[in-house]
Structure formats: C-alpha cells, structure tokens
C-alpha cells in the first residue's frame, strides 16, 4: 500500500525565508505524489503534482517540488515565503490515475514577519 | 475549470436526524467521486469511493448503512448521515476526477462542516 509521511507537523519560518516541507513516500509502484493546500475551513487546493514526468515539479504561487526516487522523498519548497502562505499543507499518494489518495499528516506552516 | 462544489456549507442537526450533503462537479463529468472526512487539526480519511451508476466501495471500518452515498450522476453525488450522532460531527469533504486530461488530479470540494447537537 502507498502511503507518505510529512516530517514536522508545524513548520515557521520568517518571511521572506524559505519554506522547505518534507514528505517521504512508501510505495511499490511508481507513485502520482501530490502537495494539496488548505486553508481554514475550507477545501483543498492543489498545488503540484509529480506523475513521472519531470522530475522538479513546478506548481502555483511559486512552488515546487522535486521527486528523488532514491530518497523516496517529494519535498515542497519555495523560495520566499509570505504571509499568505500560512496554511496547513498536505502530501499525497496515489498507485494510479483515478485511484484515492492516501494524505499525510499534514503540516502546518506559519509565516512570521 | 475543474470546479467541485459542496451544499450545504455547514449544517446543524439534532441527534438521531439525517443529513444529505452533496457534491457536485460544475465543468465536468466526474466518472469517480471520492469522499472524505476531516477531524479537527487532522489529515483527511478515506471513507468511500463511488463510481456513476454503481455502488459506493466503502473503507474498512465506515459503516454503509449509516453513510449512504449515491453517485446516480456524472456530476453529482450525495451522501446522507443517518441517524447522525455527535460523534458523527465532522469536515466531510469530497472531490472528483473524469474526463479531464489530469484524470489523476482529484478536485476538491470546499467541505462541508457537520455538527450534531
């Protein structure tokens, strides 16, 4: 079974700084790996998506990730965080398109002037 | 495009009553619906799977008799707490994939948050 964890359930950073969240994925296939967004009270709002194409993904408001098969790791970063950042985030992993996802944790990310 | 809404937004109910809560994509035929539960300061659970027309593969410890989902269309599908408890309170929150080039990608709801009296 698929499944990932995200290291550090709160993560704070200044802004400005950089935001480095990481999550390790367990799985027997090769993984569609995902970086989901929420905030308060609402939904998720997908960020990137690693579906073995390129291996640095490129998603929305300036984030990224890199899929590194030999660390099974799919760590988000961006390099100047704002205050806007501020959310709970949340990895996932599916085994195949169409198929649920799995989530983390989550992490929780505040942003500090 | 890709937009899923979720009605009602929120909803207070008595103990013993049912809920019907539903999950509709707005710009495209969701062939699989998920759907999701979401407690306080935690990560979402699985807790159903519906494909259009057929019948709701449910996770291993939700109740089918008290979670009733019907996905009776491509663009929507409901599910209803029976005889809902206060430890039925909750974020439910669903999403859907279809006919979309990113059939991988699962759109998310904005959630529906349930408190039971």
């Known amino acids: 079974a698929q499944s990932v964890t995200q290291l550090g359930s709160h993560v704070s950073v200044s802004e400005g700084a950089l935001v480095l969240l990481r999550c390790n994925y367990s799985?027997?296939?090769?993984?569609?790996l995902f970086w989901y967004v929420q905030y308060p009270n609402q939904g998720l709002q997908l960020l990137l998506k690693?579906?073995?194409?390129?291996?640095l993904v490129k998603g929305i408001n300036g984030f990224e990730a890199e899929f590194k098969k030999s660390e099974t790791s799919f760590h988000l970063t961006k390099p100047s965080a704002h205050m806007s950042d501020a959310a709970e985030y949340f990895c996932?992993?599916?085994?195949?398109?169409?198929?649920?996802?799995?989530f983390g944790k989550g992490t929780s990310l505040l942003v500090t002037p | 495009g890709a937009v899923v809404s979720q009605h009602p937004s929120w909803v207070i109910c008595k103990s013993g009553t049912s809920v019907k809560i539903e999950c509709r994509s707005l710009?495209?035929?969701?062939?699989?619906m998920f759907w999701y539960r979401q407690f306080p300061k935690q990560s979402l659970m699985l807790m159903a799977t519906?494909?259009?027309?057929?019948?709701?593969?449910?996770e291993q410890g939700v109740e089918k008799d008290k979670f009733l989902i019907n996905h009776a269309s491509l663009t929507l599908s409901t599910l209803t707490v029976t005889s809902a408890h206060p430890e039925d309170s909750s974020f439910y929150i669903c999403?859907?994939?279809?006919?979309?080039?990113?059939?991988?990608?699962?759109?998310f709801g904005p959630g529906t948050r349930l408190l039971v009296l």
């Open positions: 710009d495209f035929q969701a062939t699989t």
């Open positions: 996932a992993v599916s085994e195949n398109s169409g198929y649920a996802l799995n």
């Open positions: 690693y579906t073995s194409a390129a291996t």
């Open positions: 999403s859907a994939t279809g006919d979309r080039d990113d059939q991988e990608t699962q759109y």
């Open positions: 519906s494909n259009e027309g057929s019948k709701a593969t449910y």
């Open positions: 799985s027997s296939v090769p993984p569609y």
